[in-house]
Nanobody, 124 residues
Framework: QVQLVETGGGLVQAGGSLRLSCRASGRTFSSYSMGWFRQAPGKEREFVATISRSGGSTVYADSVKDRFTISRDNAKNTVYLQMNSLKPEDTAVYYC?????????????????WGRGTQVTVSS
């Protein structure tokens, strides 16, 4: 059974930084792309970033480009999301997800396993 567990969320002031982690188990981690999504109150879940199996290819949503960095450590079965220059509009529950098929997908329908999420709150 695949399990994804996110950690690292919290409360931070605007302009600050946080690093989210997502540890995976139950599947050969290095064989699958990983992604981060987020859902703000009253809004639909949206794509944030994705990283290929080797970590050599990444894709970002325009709203986070140049502020967020996705990375992975296959030896630790962990994917990270470094978030800098945070804004109040980044406030959301952040989810990591596993993609068995596509390496650069922003479509959540292509992701088959999801974590429970971690709350990120950015105060102004």
């Amino acid at each position: 059974q695949v399990q994804l567990v996110e950690t690292g969320g919290g409360l931070v002031q605007a302009g600050g930084s946080l690093r989210l982690s997502c540890r995976a188990s139950g599947r050969t981690f290095s064989s699958y792309s990983m992604g981060w999504f987020r859902q703000a109150p009253g809004k639909e879940r949206e794509f944030v970033a994705t990283i290929s199996r080797s970590g050599g290819s990444t894709v970002y949503a325009d709203s986070v480009k140049d502020r967020f960095t996705i990375s992975r450590d296959n030896a630790k079965n962990t994917v990270y999301l470094q978030m800098n220059s945070l804004k109040p509009e980044d406030t959301a529950v952040y989810y990591c997800a596993n993609n068995p098929t596509f390496s650069r997908s922003s479509d959540e329908a292509t992701y088959d396993y999801w974590g429970r999420g971690t709350q990120v709150t950015v105060s102004s």
